[in-house]
């Protein structure tokens, strides 16, 4: 059974960083694409950033570009997001995603490439 657990969600003042960790269990994640998604109350789930199987290619979405890394720890199993120079904007429920590694790494993830879900972990930007 996959399981993906996402933690390091919390309260943040703009400008500031944190790092989520997206881990697996029952799946090597390595051998995925596997993505990061927000949802902000009242709106659609929005594709963040998607890291690719094999060579590890990354795709994000424009409001997150160069601010925002995703990246993986092999050893650990863990997808990461790195998130920088937070805006109250990024306020959201932000989850993790695994599906087929023959998805192509082109432009901001879209929920439907995706087949396992974690439960959320909530990220809020705020003074």
């Known amino acids: 059974q996959v399981q993906l657990v996402e933690s390091g969600g919390g309260l943040v003042q703009p400008g500031g960083s944190l790092r989520l960790a997206c881990v697996a269990s029952g799946q090597t994640l390595q051998f995925y694409a596997v993505a990061w998604f927000r949802q902000a109350s009242g709106k659609e789930r929005e594709g963040v950033a998607r890291i690719g199987d094999g060579d590890g290619s990354t795709a994000y979405a424009d409001s997150v570009k160069g601010r925002f890394t995703i990246s993986r720890d092999k050893a650990k199993n863990t997808v990461y997001l790195e998130m920088n120079s937070l805006k109250p904007e990024d306020t959201a429920i932000y989850y993790c995603?695994?599906?087929?590694?023959?998805?192509?790494?082109?432009?901001?993830?879209?929920?439907?490439?995706?087949?396992?879900w974690g439960q959320g972990t909530q990220v809020t930007v705020s003074s």
């Open positions: 995603a695994s599906g087929d590694p023959r998805t192509p790494v082109r432009g901001p993830p879209s929920w439907y490439e995706y087949d396992y």
